[in-house]
């Protein structure tokens, strides 16, 4: 969350079918699709013969019969070892309410059970049956059943596409070819079959990414995947279904959401009193800035607990997801890592929890008072990552005309706190890997809703029930600068102007002088260590200055954790020179010119902290000048000998034989994500 420094202030149904999945189409009459891209989608480059052909392709345009009730089921050769998927589609207008059981067959998982798309890997030949029940666009409770009959194929399968799914119009969507075991994945190749074409964009060598077209109604899209191996070729379809779903008008300030794609999400406790009015209140793209919901029909949390802790049973009440196992997951996170209850003291100053396949980045949004959680941050399983979009491909372009980049990371006894799991890689992650993805998310975004929303204004909200939080929040705290972070400027400010102009650059886009071009890492680390930042983003915005600081404080002070800091050089090609920091500290939250502006907001974000909690943190560890980043992580070690590493920007993600780099492909996506969905949040406000 960020605004800018100095300026006063994110029916009846019909059927078909395709490789290795069923349609089911919802329907009271209509047909056929809307537009989309006139680029042409990717053709393969290698026509090899799959080892395992397909059956024949059924057509996959939606068929419906206009008025009376009907269904058709169409399913071509879905086969074990392959994913296999059943879709649900609206012909004559949204459905709503979905949700997917299994009803014969041998038991599967059905992590996507309340989207309009279910998918799973057979292991058994067999007849796997299925029930939807779902709401039609009159609201009706409706129901359907579907049946995948499941075969062995001839040979055992080389290869496995993922991940059927359904997208609502323009969101991003992301398909990934993989190997089976015992196979190496050497090329893949992509082609569109059906559906309105869109541009399929590179995210890796095996994986594509695309933006879901405008359609008229509910729209099936298929992609095929030729994978080849070293023992052979081999071939799956996936489907896309796109949602038909009416997004905020583009730049228009009447609407929360407008300039946002709203993806769909349910209640994750459908029993909760506020599971009927969650979605309305908080991630709807129909909401408008003078139609926000009042505090009496969703209150803060904190309004719900007078202030005292609130149980985990009270925040999940909350909680809106796009799949279960997302909520399943967040709600095992507070069992196990929040036993101080600073998280659920923090999230009182929301009124939900949104976590979603197709939120990113995360983000606090005052107008609704909730905070919007990026699901990359809370998967475990394989299966869980395999349905989440997959992230864009940030670049540094911002950054390229400069000689100097920062650098951050977060570390525990000497090791990196967060660790890196390849997306090319099936892994299972523990309880303790989501709490170095999500302990300095959460604590960071929930610093943005106290300083809209401290403990302090919960009564004050009680006694108004007729109130809205973008009212409260924006209309009078923000626009009279009541807000935290604009008490900590006002006492404590920021001093260094070249850094703040450098800040434009970096994160605004601003064309970069000649003056700027010539600042060196070294000159950037001595201007930083005379000032009262915890990062170079606190000089591009007043409330990320606020969020990061108390961020660092909790990382250190509750989890034992420790932020690194440093700058290091660009040579002339604009390559990161790792074997070269300038300037870096550990811990620099424990500086003592920096306590003064950290009380002050604490006793406002984290009022049931002491002051005395601050007194404990360590004093600050310089990094040794002329070693590499990676050798700086062990931070009293002797100065090493060796080559300096060169890193390109553009190909950090793809460095894997570096640990270095690949490490810092994460923090730079973290720190990428963090700041481009604030950036939203500042357009908001700043518009309106």
């Not at 006063?8 to 079918?17: E, W």
């Not at 869109?198 to 109604?217: G, I, K, W, Y």
């Amino acid at each position: 969350m960020q605004l800018k420094k100095y300026q006063g202030m994110r029916a009846g149904a019909c059927a078909t079918a395709m490789a290795a999945a069923v349609l089911l189409a919802a329907c009271g009459g209509g047909g056929g699709s809307g537009g989309g891209s006139t680029t042409q989608p990717t053709q393969p480059t290698q026509p090899t013969q799959p080892t395992q052909p397909t059956q024949p392709t059924q057509p996959t345009n939606l068929v419906c019969s206009a008025g009376t009730p009907s269904a058709q089921v169409l399913i071509e050769g879905p086969l074990v070892g392959k994913q296999a998927a059943a879709a649900i589609a609206g012909c004559s207008g949204p459905i709503s309410n979905l949700q997917w059981t299994q009803t014969s067959g041998p038991a599967v998982s059905l992590l996507s059970a309340q989207t309009q798309v279910i998918h799973f890997e057979p292991t058994t030949a067999g007849s796997y049956g299925f029930r939807v029940s779902y709401t039609d666009v009159a609201g009706a409770a409706q129901t359907r059943d579907v049946t995948l009959d499941i075969t062995a194929p001839a040979t055992p399968a080389k290869a496995i596409v993922r991940n059927h799914q359904a997208v609502r119009m323009g969101g991003k969507a992301s398909i990934r070819a993989w190997s089976t075991t015992g196979e190496t994945v050497q090329s893949v190749s992509w082609t569109q079959l059906d559906g309105p074409t869109v541009s399929l964009e590179s995210v890796d060598s095996s994986a594509r990414q695309f933006v879901a077209p405008t359609v008229s109604q509910d729209t099936l899209l298929r992609f095929r995947a030729t994978v080849q191996t070293a023992s052979g070729s081999d071939s799956q379809d996936v489907i896309v279904l796109v949602e038909k779903y009416d997004q905020a008008p583009a730049a228009n300030n009447n609407y929360v959401w407008s300039d946002r794609h709203v993806s769909r999400v349910h209640a994750y406790r459908s029993t909760s009193a506020y599971a009927p009015v969650l979605a309305d209140c908080v991630y709807n793209a129909a909401i408008r800035t003078y139609e926000l919901c009042s505090v009496s029909r969703l209150p803060l949390l904190g309004q719900e607990t007078n202030g005292n802790l609130p149980s985990i049973e009270q925040v999940m009440n909350r909680v809106l997801v796009s799949h279960d196992w997302q909520g399943k997951n967040f709600e095992k996170f507070l069992q196990v890592h929040d036993a101080r209850g600073d998280f659920r003291r923090m999230l009182m100053s929301t009124t939900a929890v949104v976590i979603g396949s197709h939120v990113r980045p995360s983000f606090y949004n005052p107008y609704t008072g909730a905070i919007y959680l990026d699901a990359d941050n809370i998967w475990i399983e394989a299966g869980e990552r395999d349905t989440i979009d997959e992230a864009p491909d940030y670049r540094e372009a911002y950054s390229q005309g400069l000689a100097f980049q920062d650098l951050w990371r977060y570390v525990k006894s000497n090791q990196y706190f967060m660790t890196n799991y390849s997306a090319t890689r099936r892994a299972t992650r523990s309880m303790d890997d989501l709490l170095g993805d999500m302990g300095w998310l959460l604590y960071h975004e929930l610093s943005h809703a106290g300083d809209f929303l401290p403990v302090e204004t919960f009564e004050l909200l009680n006694q108004q029930p007729g109130q809205t939080i973008g009212a409260y929040a924006v209309g009078y705290r923000y626009a009279n600068r009541r807000l935290v972070s604009d008490l900590m400027d006002g006492a404590y400010p920021l001093k260094n102007r070249d850094l703040d102009a450098l800040a434009d650059v970096k994160f605004g886009g601003t064309a970069a002088s000649a003056a700027q071009k010539a600042v060196t890492a070294g000159q950037v680390g001595d201007w930083f260590a005379a000032d009262l930042a915890t990062d170079i983003y606190a000089y591009y915005t007043l409330r990320e200055d606020m969020a990061m600081t108390v961020e660092e404080s909790l990382m250190s002070l509750r989890l034992g954790v420790y932020r690194d800091v440093a700058f290091v050089p660009r040579d002339a090609s604009g390559n990161l020179v790792l074997g070269d920091v300038r300037w870096g500290q550990r811990g620099r939250i424990g500086e003592s010119s920096l306590r003064p502006r950290l009380k002050l907001v604490a006793a406002k974000v984290v009022p049931w902290m002491t002051a005395g909690d601050f007194d404990t943190l360590p004093a600050p560890k310089p990094m040794r000048v002329g070693a590499s980043w990676t050798d700086n992580l062990v931070i009293n070690g002797p100065v090493p000998s060796g080559s300096v590493v060169l890193i390109k920007p553009q190909e950090a993600d793809y460095r894997a034989e570096y640990e270095a780099a690949g490490r810092l492909a994460q923090w730079a996506r973290r720190a990428k994500d963090r700041e481009e969905g604030h950036r939203q949040v500042e357009r908001w406000l700043g518009k309106r």
